[in-house]
Structures are given as C-alpha cells and as structure tokens.
C-alpha cells in the first residue's frame, strides 16, 4: 500500500506544479499580490511531496520489497545496505526521481530563502522552475514510473550493476545532479527577466549565489565521477573524452563564464545580455546532458539503457525548452540595454575574453560529442571523435586562459594598468618557470613541452596568491597592519585565490601525470619482482576472498624502496553471484601525491598471472585541485554579501519632506 501511496504523492505533485506554473505566472501579470503568493507556499507543498515520493522508492529498496519492478531490476538481498540506498538513483527511473527531488529542492530554496525579492520576479522564477518540474514529472509517469508492480513478486531480484556497488557512485550522481540542476534556478531568473522585460545589477546579485551553487557542486561531481573511473574500472585513466564525461564539462565550462559574466554585469552593469543568454545555454546543456545519458543514443559505462519513447520524451522537453527560452530572448533582447562601457584594458576586458576562451571551448567539445551522432544519422557512417582531437582543439584553447587567470584580479575595474600586473607578475612567471624545470630535471626528462605546462600550473597557484599578497600590503606596510588588511578582505577574495589556485594544481596534476606516467605489463609468479617509479613489487600470490555477494581472487603486493618495505597493497578480480558479473579492483598505493597503480588481467598457462604497473607521479593533484577549488566556491558562498542579496533602493524624499528639512537648515 505505501508503494501506491508514494505514486499518488507524485500524482499530487504534478497537480501542485500546475497549479504553480500557471497561478502566479497569470498573478504577477496581473500584479494581483494573493495569486503571487501561492507561488513560495506552492512550491514548499511540491517540495515535500516529491520528497516523500522518493522517501517510498527508497524504502521500497532498504527492505528489498521485489514486487516493485525497479526494486526487482537494481537490487538483491545480499546488497550492502549502502548499496540499497544508493540503487535508488543506479538507474534510469530512479535517477529521474533524484533529478526531480534535487529540483523540488532548489525551487523550495528560491521560496523559502528568496525574502528579498521581488514579488513579481520572485513569482515568475518559480513559476517557471514549476514549469521544468511538470515535464520531468510527466516524463517519470509516462515513461519512467519507478513503481510499477509485478505480480507475482519474485523471491529474489536481478542485483545492482557490480560496476555501481561503489562508494564513488553512491556520491558521484547526487553531487552531479546538485550542480546540472542548479542551473535551473539561473534559467528561472534568465526566463523570469525575459518575461518582465528587466534586467539590473540587483538581477545579477540574485543569480550570482545560484550559480556559484550549481558550479561548486558540479564541479565536486565530475571529479568524483573522474576519480571513481580511475580506480573502480582498473583501466588506469582519469579521462576518457567519452561523449557522457563531455556532457558533465560542458555546462561546467558555460557555467564557469556565467559566473565570471554575472560578476561583471553585478559590479559595473555591463554584459547585460550576453550574461542572459548564458544562463540559459549553461542549463540547456544540462538538459542536453540529460538527453544523451538517458535517450539511448550513446554507450557508455556511464550511460543507462533505455528506450526510444523515452529518448523522444526528451527530445521534445529540449525542443520546448531551449528552443522556447532563445525564442523569448531573441524577441526580448533588441529591447533590453546593453550595459556600462569600459576599456579592453580592465578586469572587464579580462573577463570577457575569459567568457570567449571559455564558451568557445565548450562550443569544440560540443562539436566533437555531437558531429558523429549526426553523421551517423544523416549518412550512417560511424565515426569516433576521440582525444588526439579535444586534446588538440581544448588544450590550445586553454593556453591563453591560463595566462590571462592571474591579470584578472589584478586589473581595476573600468580602466586597468596591464604594465603594472605585468610588474606584479613577471618574478612570479620566472619563480614558476624556475620551478618547472626542477621538476622536470627531478623526473629524468620528457617532452621540453611539458616545463611550459607545469610552469602554468605553478603560475596560476603563485599568480592566486600574488593577489591577496598585494591586497594585503605584504612588504609595504608593517606587518601588523598587513595582517589586518588581509583577515578584512571579503570571504569573496579568497574563494577567489582559492579556485584559481586549484586550477592550477588540477593543471599540474594533468600535465605532470602525462608526461612523466611510466606503464608496465609483465607475467608474474608469486616472489616474482617488477620495478616501477623507484619502487620494487614483489608479487606475494593470490589467495581466494568471499565478500558480502561476491567471491574475488586478491593479489597480494609488497612495495620496497633501497631493499626497506614501504607498503602494501592489494588487487583483485571479483566476481558477483547474481548477475555472475566479473569486476577488477585495482590495487593503489599513495605517496605523497603520486601513486602506484596496479591492476591484474588473465592467469598464465604456468600459474602467473598478467599485471598491469603504473607510476602516476602527482596524480592526486587532478581531484585536490578540484577539492580547492570547490572549498573556494563554499568560502566565496559565506561570503555576506552574497547571503544578504542585492540592495534595494532608497525611495526618494517626498517634497514636503525635503521642504522641512530645508527650514530646518
């Protein structure tokens, strides 16, 4: 009975969404203040609706209730409770619920923490978010429904998918969805603004939280989608340029030029429009993500199976929306002011050429997702996009970026002095260099390439740091009053320093680990040796191991450096008793910020077995730089003047008012 009770409540959610994507839409037309405030009210009622729906399906997967079908298709008995839990969202209806649930949950955030805004605008955001939230609640009925029957119910279900029964993957979607659906919230205000005809600084300060939000967390879940293909899929690679990984980067790389964009339009009015139109190409490319991993069209590790109706579903929810939403801008835009002036030379200038690099970047990987699922359609021909080519068109394309990274803070605004960040910046570009080439003489050599690329990285972690140096007064003033300048710089600057700083870690990390990364495949017998980075590994031999719902056969591995133990570690070959399912769990020792990396492939005839040996030297620092800069996003998020929103106007003296204090004088 509580299976058909939480389908009701998503019955009555839909019917709530109606009512809040047409009532106060009609209400803030009308200015009729009653209607407008079933909006905030509205959308808390669809909150918690959804939100025991999803409760249901969860419950449904703790107890293994297998007369549901998706319960039946994505979970067995045996599974960790860990696993039940994270299941709910390990397929295609279920992650529709958790989209659904973290939308319903953004929207609540607009009503409940959206006290200052105002009441038209307000009624028109969530208006629209009720709008999003009516087609994915239709497409889950219609096509997705998590609790459908079966009759009889099975005794035992099919299991979750062995590659899924992983922490990383029981953190990697909720955290993904945070950030793709975040940007709803950034599209309501674009749509919402469109529709009033108004866009302001004030506008820009209310969407600035959203999207620093949605960037965060989005940038939090590709790293931990990355990380979990490193070490779950024992292929040794961090990143694939697969088309479903392209889907994560691409509103990540809009939704860092939203960001920047927004910033501007904030403190001098200007980029007006094309701050706008980003908002909504940075959620259309969330929604596109969607349609690739959901509709069928692609396989991938990451992707779900699923059928042409529900592929057809979404493409038409794509049509309706951004073909609806750059309809609307197109009509609204001749109307709306173009924003403040200001020199090329100035924080402005770098920031637009910021938003170019960046937006042109995503417009080479959507290229290369997209080209050959429209060649194929178009002649059948199947083709393959892969690295040689994003490595070559996106990294050209960040060279310039990560040059200019550091000037931008550096710069005034209006009008900047590039001579003088110059000045501030060339002893930290020869620090940078200098440091390079030890790292590039620590680690015997490479492509000479590579010293300009680790120099980056370490320019743009000094270059973060030159900023607060210089704000602060470090060397100019007495150190007391530095210190003071500096802990009363806004929470703001620092997540700043902060996420550029963790770019360029991330730089470092990706740099150092192509060029310097040492592979080696050898056939072993137990006591047999195999060197790698320094490091000598003996193989110890394999010994049977029997897990909760799964047998494996572990490989045991000693590491010494100069004949002294430093470690151990393991590897298996692991094999899933319901869907008999093989899985290989690499073997990963850390030191420092690099990393032994072993991963075991098919015995031998004479009683060996393969393995695989890399040295992945920073490594680590590709996820810590992520980690930095996400911490910068939450430092910037604290920031109060983030929390308090946009200022609003005093109203002006009546006259007689001014007539009094006038005599008064």
């Not at 992945?616 to 930095?628: E, F, H, N, Q, R």
Request: contains cysteine.
């Amino acid at each position: 009975m509580i299976i058909e009770i939480g389908h009701y409540a998503l019955v009555l959610a839909l019917a709530t969404a109606i009512v809040v994507s047409v009532v106060p839409a009609i209400g803030a037309r009308r200015l009729d203040h009653q209607m407008m405030e079933v909006a905030p009210l509205g959308s808390v009622i669809f909150f918690l609706l959804v939100a025991f729906s999803f409760g249901v399906l969860t419950y449904a997967h703790v107890v293994s209730d297998f007369s549901v079908e998706n319960v039946w298709e994505n979970s067995h008995s045996l599974v960790p409770l860990i696993y039940k839990y994270s299941g709910v969202w390990g397929n295609h209806e279920g992650s529709m619920m958790l989209w659904l649930m973290i939308l319903s949950l953004f929207t609540a955030f607009v009503a409940v923490f959206g006290r200052n805004l105002p009441q038209t605008l307000k009624a028109n955001v969530l208006s629209v978010q009720a709008w999003i939230s009516v087609t994915f609640i239709l497409f889950i009925l219609l096509t997705s429904n998590p609790f459908a029957r079966l009759d009889p119910a099975p005794a035992e279900g099919k299991d979750l998918n062995p590659v899924l029964q992983d922490v990383g993957l029981a953190i990697h979607p909720p955290l993904l969805y945070l950030g793709y659906v975040g940007f709803s919230v950034c599209f309501s205000f674009a749509i919402a603004a469109l529709i009033e005809g108004r866009i302001d600084a004030a506008w820009a300060r209310w969407v600035r939280p959203w999207t620093l939000a949605a960037w965060t967390f989005l940038t939090l879940g590709i790293a931990m989608g990355s990380y979990w293909a490193y070490y779950e899929l024992g292929w040794g690679g961090w990143w694939f340029w697969d088309p479903v990984e392209n889907s994560s980067l691409m509103p990540w790389l809009a939704g860092t030029a939203l960001l920047h964009s927004a910033l501007v339009m904030e403190k001098r009015e200007a980029l007006k429009i094309w701050t706008v139109l980003l908002a909504i190409l940075t959620f259309s490319l969330s929604l596109m993500g969607t349609f690739l991993v959901r509709s069928g069209v692609l396989t991938s590790v990451h992707a779900f199976a699923s059928d042409p109706s529900r592929g057809i579903f979404i493409l038409c929810i794509l049509m309706v929306f951004i073909g609806g939403s750059l309809s609307l801008f197109a009509y609204r835009a001749p109307t709306l002011s173009a924003g403040g002036l200001f020199a090329p030379i100035s924080r402005e200038g770098s920031l637009v050429l910021n938003n170019l690099i960046l937006t042109v970047a995503c417009g080479t990987v959507l290229t290369g997702t997209l080209y050959p699922l429209l060649l194929e359609t178009i002649t059948g021909d199947k083709i393959s996009v892969g690295a040689p080519f994003f490595n070559l068109t996106f990294g050209s394309l960040m060279i310039p970026l990560l040059i200019i990274v550091p000037f931008g803070p550096l710069l005034a605004w209006k009008r900047g002095d590039l001579l003088g960040a110059m000045q501030r910046l060339y002893l930290v570009a020869a620090i940078s260099f200098a440091a390079a080439l030890a790292v590039f003489y620590a680690y015997h050599g490479g492509p000479v390439l590579s010293i300009f690329g680790l120099a980056a990285g370490l320019y743009l972690v000094l270059g973060a740091l030159t900023e607060l140096w210089y704000r602060a007064g470090v060397g100019n003033v007495p150190n007391r009053v530095a210190w003071r300048r500096l802990s009363g710089l806004p929470r703001s600057a620092f997540g700043t320093a902060l996420a550029h700083a963790g770019l360029g870690l991330t730089v470092l990390g990706i740099v150092a680990v192509t060029t310097f990364e040492t592979e080696r495949v050898a056939q072993m017998k137990p006591g047999e040796t195999i060197d790698a980075g320094g490091y000598s590994i003996r193989f110890d031999g394999m010994r049977p191991e029997r897990g909760q719902n799964y047998k494996e056969d572990r490989g045991h591995f000693i590491i010494s450096r100069g004949g002294v133990s430093v470690g151990e570690t393991w590897s298996a070959k692991r094999v899933y008793d319901a869907r008999q399912m093989p899985t290989t769990e690499a073997g990963i020792l850390t030191f420092g910020s690099s990393q032994l990396y072993l991963s075991l492939g098919d015995p031998t005839n004479d009683g060996g077995i393969v393995v695989r040996v890399w040295w992945k030297p920073l490594i680590t620092l590709i996820w810590g730089g992520a980690l930095v800069m996400a911490a910068g996003g939450f430092v910037s998020l604290s920031d109060r003047r983030l929390r308090i929103g946009a200022p609003s106007r005093k109203a002006k003296p009546s006259r007689s008012l001014t007539s009094i204090a006038e005599l008064a004088e």
